[in-house]
């Protein structure tokens, strides 16, 4: 399969929590109380009250696959490196090119032992029409 | 062995063959292969689109039936070659080596258009840059890093 080992250094989720984190602590209660209508949830009033949990969070992960891209970045640039090698000649047709790119997502999303069929690929696509050079080519 | 639709959904396509399932060990089969990588395509290998018989062991490759060569449609696996459900494609040269001499033959229905589309996809590949749309949709996000450390977190 392509390119599971192109790095990505850090996975957006875990980012947006510190990110958010010194503004949340920037902020004193009473402010908060100004700006924000609704109380506050309770995941930031632990923040606040107990620094222990802070160090807990702000440890970086090390994992391998924490540095891995995620299947749908994988997905696109396998999209996006077809779409630029093959000629549109080649598919027949706008709609033919359609189909197999998401068939192309498909097998990126595999799960292990999952499989993807040629019959399962050619469903939908049109072999007949003028413009395909496929006519009776395998 | 006839073509039919049941036949069809016997056809799988296989992901890398050799690629395992634990990803420490991805990790050291990818450095181990990062040399010879550029030389498992056969684009790579047979890079000149002006050149006719480049074009036409790049048309052996896409269209192998046409050519006589071990297809998923009419061959059977070697169980001694593969455990895999279809044998592994990407090096032929031995295969087309046995073949022999039919340097410049090609099929009846592989003239004129295919031949020029295949000679066109050639072309692309050599102008693709793959560095830049790696870059572009798998991006290394560096500056995140940097938020783990205090000093950061300070600047925000």
């Known amino acids: ?138 | 062995m006839p073509v039919g639709r049941s036949f069809l959904v016997s056809v799988i396509f296989v992901g890398d063959a050799s690629f395992p399932s634990r990803p420490s060990e991805a990790h050291s089969v990818s450095k181990n292969r990062s040399n010879m990588s550029h030389v498992l395509d056969v684009l790579n290998r047979f890079p000149n689109p002006s050149d006719r018989t480049h074009v036409i062991h790049i048309l052996r490759y896409m269209f192998p039936r046409q050519f006589n060569l071990h297809n998923v449609f009419t061959s059977t696996v070697d169980r001694k070659e593969t455990i895999q459900p279809l044998k592994d494609y990407t090096l032929r040269e031995h295969e087309i080596a046995l073949q022999g001499g039919k340097g410049s033959f090609i099929p009846k229905r592989l003239k004129g258009k295919t031949f020029d589309l295949v000679q066109r996809m050639m072309r692309l590949h050599k102008r693709c840059s793959y560095h830049a749309l790696i870059e572009y949709y798998c991006p290394v996000w560096v500056l995140f890093l940097f938020s783990y450390l205090p000093f950061a977190r300070v600047a925000c």
């Open chain 1, 1 to 138: 399969m392509l390119i599971v080992s192109a790095s990505k250094l850090c996975d957006k989720g875990v980012l947006d929590t510190r990110l958010s984190l010194p503004h949340v602590k920037g902020v004193s209660g009473s402010d908060m109380s100004k700006l924000v209508s609704q109380p506050p949830f309770p995941s930031l009033i632990s923040t606040e009250t107990a620094p222990s949990s802070e160090s807990s969070l702000s440890k970086p992960k090390d994992s391998f696959t924490d540095f891995a891209s995620s299947i749908g970045e994988v997905s696109a640039f396998a999209r996006a490196v077809i779409s630029n090698i093959v000629p549109i000649e080649f598919w027949g047709s706008e709609e033919n090119k359609k189909g197999f790119m998401r068939n192309v997502d498909r097998f990126v999303k595999l799960r292990r032992y999952e499989t993807l069929s040629l019959h399962e690929v050619m469903q939908g696509m049109k072999v007949g029409s003028s413009s395909s050079v496929y006519q009776g080519v395998n």
